[in-house]
T-cell receptor, first 115, second 115 residues
Framework: EAQVTQNPRYLITVTGKKLTVTCSQNMNHEYMSWYRQDPGLGLRQIYY???????DKGDVPEGYKVSRKEKRNFPLILESPSPNQTSLYFCASSRRLGQGPQPQHFGDGTRLSIL | AQSVTQLDSHVSVSEGTPVLLRCNYSSSYSPSLFWYVQHPNKGLQLLLK??????LVKGINGFEAEFKKSETSFHLTKPSAHMSDAAEYFC?????????????FGTGTRLTVIP
């Protein structure tokens, strides 16, 4: 079954304690992306990756890091989480834009609470 | 620059009556447009996409949307609402300008279906 898997689904932690949210896709997609969803703001892109070892900032990258060492994985790293990063996070993947506009496949989300 | 405006944050309809969710877009280029649906505690699922072929696009679950360039609109409709349609709906424009498959989300419309 084609899917994007995020872990954990829920996490409560404290300010300053480094955390990583993993994302894995089994569709051999080149493109992967992270979004955060906040009430009244829709989804905003944090970082994206167009292929292995290629990453770029989205609209709200501050306080986040990503890496793309393998095609299937795209972890989101919060080195020193702060309360304003409390949010619902989504990972998504798709084929390359060069093959036509591509709908993205989304994971089920990770709800982070930073105390 | 790409952006979308969803004109209603909340729409309420009775079961069996038509659904209209409004979306206006702004794009410097010929846009690709999508509608996604998000059910509670779930990720986003693609309903339909417009990619410069037919202006009337049919999606899943009986939804359709019409691309109107003169009005810069991409409204989502369904002839008869079901209880299972209650969810949040996002109008999305794709950024083709940078060559990436980045998506710009509207702020969402929550659809309530009254029995």
């Amino acid at each position: 079954e084609a899917q994007v898997t995020q872990n954990p689904r829920y996490l409560i932690t404290v300010t300053g304690k480094k955390l990583t949210v993993t994302c894995s896709q089994n569709m051999n997609h080149e493109y992967m992306s992270w979004y955060r969803q906040d009430p009244g703001l829709g989804l905003r892109q944090i970082y994206y990756s167009m292929n292995v070892e290629v990453t770029d900032k989205g609209d709200v990258p501050e306080g986040y890091k990503v890496s793309r060492k393998e095609k299937r994985n795209f972890p989101l790293i919060l080195e020193s989480p702060s309360p304003n990063q409390t949010s619902l996070y989504f990972c998504a993947s798709s084929r390359r834009l060069g093959q036509g506009p591509q709908p993205q496949h989304f994971g089920d989300g990770t709800r982070l609470s930073i105390l | 620059a790409q952006s979308v405006t969803q004109l209603d944050s909340h729409v309420s309809v009775s079961e069996g009556t038509p659904v209209l969710l409004r979306c206006n877009y702004s794009s410097s280029y010929s846009p690709s447009l999508f509608w996604y649906v998000q059910h509670p505690n779930k990720g986003l699922q693609l309903l339909l996409k417009y990619t410069s072929a037919a202006t009337l696009v049919k999606g899943i679950n009986g939804f359709e949307a019409e691309f109107k360039k003169s009005e810069t609109s991409f409204h989502l409709t369904k002839p008869s609402a079901h209880m299972s349609d209650a969810a949040e709906y996002f109008c999305v424009v794709s950024d083709k300008q940078t060559g990436a498959n980045n998506l710009f989300f509207g702020t969402g419309t929550r659809l309530t279906v009254i029995p």
